[in-house]
T-cell receptor, first 112, second 114 residues
Framework: DAKTTQPNSMESNEEEPVHLPCNHS???????IHWYRQLPSQGPEYVIH???SNVNNRMASLAIAEDRKSSTLILHRATLRDAAVYYC?????????????FGTGTRLTIIP | DGGITQSPKYLFRKEGQNVTLSCEQN?????MYWYRQDPGQGLRLIYY???????QKGDIAEGYSVSREKKESFPLTVTSAQKNPTAFYLC?????????????FGDGTRLSIL
């Protein structure tokens, strides 16, 4: 399985943008890049996913490098509710073998 | 509101005892999953099911069993063969496995050994 590498922790000030990096140098052409976040004692929450093009939704933006070896999750204006562990995950589209492999993620702290 | 309900929130197991964790979804999703999370770690896949009456082992299936008799239900049994069952267990579902749809998670069951 292709692996992802994320910083263990990051801090950001409230109401400022946050850029969470993810490296995935062994990504294959059919791997999608997913981001989930998890609050303490809760299940993960889907944030965004993409294949090649940059993606935007109401929660965040996903910027994917041209060579797809890295990506960045962008929270445009951080709030205290955005404090969570953020997971960058690759998923392979194959009816026989799709799964999400979660690493240890990045713990994001928001400073008031 | 549609979603995934896991119960109980906390569960205690005695030595040699089997326990069953409940997972129910009213999202009309075809695929369902069970994950295990240990403190400070990511999630590891235990079992998954693409359709009713079908399920497959994940990465750490030993000591666990599942059933999928109804589309909306996917219970997980932690058997006495699982020697280190203390963990946070998460159930998830997705519309159609294999098409990169987001997974929806429940709020988990925390299992501890008495």
């Amino acid at each position: 399985d292709a692996k992802t590498t994320q910083p263990n922790s990051m801090e950001s000030n409230e109401e400022e943008p946050v850029h969470l990096p993810c490296n995935h140098s062994t990504i294959s052409g059919t791997d999608y890049i997913h981001w989930y976040r998890q609050l303490p004692s809760q299940g993960p929450e889907y944030v965004i996913h993409g294949l090649t093009s940059n993606v935007n939704n109401r929660m965040a933006s996903l910027a994917i490098a041209e060579d797809r070896k890295s990506s960045t999750l962008i929270l445009h204006r951080a709030t205290l509710r955005d404090a969570a562990v953020y997971y960058c995950i690759l998923s392979f589209t194959n009816f026989g073998n799709e799964k999400l492999t979660f690493g240890t993620g990045t713990r994001l702290t928001i400073i008031p | 509101d549609g979603g995934i309900t896991q119960s109980p929130k906390y569960l205690f197991r005695k030595e040699g005892q089997n326990v069953t964790l409940s997972c129910e979804q009213n999202l009309n999703h075809d695929a369902m999953y069970w994950y295990r999370q240990d403190p400070g770690q990511g999630l590891r896949l235990i079992y998954y099911s693409q359709i009713v009456n079908d399920f497959q082992k994940g990465d750490i299936a030993e000591g666990y069993s599942v059933s999928r008799e109804k589309k909306e239900s996917f219970p997980l049994t932690v058997t006495s063969a699982q020697k280190n069952p203390t963990a946070f267990y998460l159930c998830a579902s997705t519309v159609d496995r294999g098409k990169n749809q987001p997974q929806h998670f429940g709020d988990g069951t925390r299992l501890s050994i008495l």
